[in-house]
């Protein structure tokens, strides 16, 4: 494969990094604060501010549209031009890039904020009341959802990426209470490992029941994990 040398870039991860220059075929590369792969923006302080903006942005622009060229407003038709235009963009791969500062959280949240006051009879009503009438999760908590549902798929080898590439079986003597696939929770020494996928997850999928994780199906372990909602309104909520 040949390498366009112009379009390539180097991006320095890592407090210690100490930034070294590299060459390809004797040209001198540019250094990057940040780059996209897959749709998704890395920095090189592996903060998801700038991710979550661009996210922000595409799905605003998007509900915009909806709002400005949909004169009826048949809930119905809403609702699915939302979840087929709008809401993919805000899902996309969360799994990889979710915020863990409020004001991230947020600003997300505020996509699925103004889609529910184009419904004239719920403008008035709270953000939470409209979720409910309109039968929506927040954002957040479809996010830490999706978290749960990768990492079912991970444990039950419904994934390419193994389970053991991010996670450890927790100690025989930890899971004597609730079911039997707990995982370990390792120490984290900066606040960024902390809030990456395999460590945020782990304290809900730890806390779910031996027949959540019993579940034989994606869609079966999904409906789980609707009951468990209607049974425990803030379990998906980090607060």
Not at 135 to 145: D, I, T
Request: charged share 30%; proline share 3%; aromatic share 10%.
């Amino acid at each position: 494969m040949e390498f366009n040398v112009s379009k390539c870039k180097v991006v320095h991860y890592g407090r210690c990094n100490i930034g070294h220059s590299y060459k390809m075929q004797g040209q001198l590369l540019n250094e990057a604060v940040s780059e996209k792969d897959l749709g998704v923006t890395f920095t090189n302080d592996l903060k998801v501010a700038t991710q979550c903006k661009e996210v922000y942005a595409k799905a605003n622009q998007m509900l915009g549209l909806v709002s400005r060229t949909i004169q009826f407003r048949n809930p119905s038709v809403l609702m699915n031009l939302y979840k087929s235009l709008v809401r993919p963009h805000l899902d996309y791969c969360s799994t990889v890039w979710s915020p863990q500062y409020r004001k991230d959280i947020s600003l997300l949240e505020r996509v699925q904020h103004r889609f529910t006051r184009l419904f004239p009879h719920l403008r008035e009503l709270p953000y939470e009341e409209r979720l409910r009438r309109l039968g929506l999760w927040s954002l957040e908590e479809r996010r830490n959802r999706a978290d749960l549902i990768e990492l079912f798929k991970m444990v039950k080898g419904l994934s390419a990426v193994p389970w053991s590439l991010f996670f450890d079986r927790a100690e025989e003597d930890s899971v004597t209470r609730g079911h039997s696939l707990k995982l370990k929770k390792k120490h984290c020494h900066s606040n960024i490992r902390l809030h990456f996928f395999s460590q945020r997850v782990l304290n809900r999928w730890n806390s779910l029941t031996q027949e959540e994780v019993d579940a034989t199906s994606i869609d079966s372990f999904k409906n789980r994990l609707e009951r468990r909602r209607h049974r425990q309104m803030d379990f998906y909520t980090d607060n």
